[in-house]
């Protein structure tokens, strides 16, 4: 059985840089669908779904 040698710091840091640019980039997409959502006339907006990304984006923190 080898064992592997643990990540360095800079490792580390690297993968948490990349994990923070892909939940802005997920955060970003999030409130771009919501803006796109709301401006739909309201017999083609899935009101469930516009909703669920409101009560996602509240709790994250992104709106008031």
Known sequence: ???KPLPSPKDYARALR???????TA???LAQAERFLHDL???QCPTELLEHIRRFN???????
């Not at 990349?18 to 802005?24: C, F, H, N, S, V």
């Not at 509240?58 to 008031?64: E, M, V």
């Open 1 to 3: 059985m080898s064992i």
């Open 18 to 24: 990349r994990a923070k640019r892909t939940l802005r």
């Open 27 to 29: 955060s970003e997409l």
């Open 41 to 43: 006339p309201d017999s």
């Open 58 to 64: 509240h709790a994250q923190g992104d709106t008031p």
